[in-house]
């Protein structure tokens, strides 16, 4: 997350997805030349990661982003994007004055703190 203003402002997936490629190559020993945005990360694929990767990713996400990820369906784990794509649409904009929260995407224009 990034603050703007008093806001904490959600990334899009285009700037999510570094990170979580970032956080995979650092933390789970996945081959950076091997792993694209796209790339299958659980099962028989190239990269074969288990159940106890997932609870990585999903403390991570939790820790980095904000978004619980909890009983999230498989199909939102199935690559970078995949989870990239669930953080932002799922994700809550807090006011740092206020403390009103959001649910993302929502453009902080639109919204007056008071």
């Given amino acids: 997350m990034i603050k703007e203003k008093g806001w904490n402002i959600i990334m ?3 700037e999510i997805m570094p990170k979580l490629k970032d956080f995979l190559c650092e933390n789970l020993g996945i081959d950076a030349d091997v ?3 796209d790339t299958q990360l659980f099962g ?5 990661l288990d159940s106890i990767d997932s609870l990585e990713i999903i ?3 939790d820790d ?3 978004v619980q990820m909890t009983g ?3 199909e939102h784990f199935y690559s970078i994007e995949t989870i ?3 953080i ?7 006011c740092g004055g206020c403390q009103m929260t959001f649910l993302a995407p929502v453009l902080v224009t639109d919204i007056s703190c008071g």
């Fill in 84 to 86: 990239a794509k669930y």
């Fill in 72 to 74: 999230v369906g498989k």
């Fill in 59 to 61: 403390a991570y996400v």
């Fill in 35 to 37: 792993l694209e945005f």
């Fill in 64 to 66: 980095e982003f904000g």
């Fill in 12 to 14: 899009s997936t285009n």
């Fill in 44 to 48: 028989d694929g190239e990269i074969g």
């Fill in 88 to 94: 932002e649409e799922n994700a809550y904009i807090k």
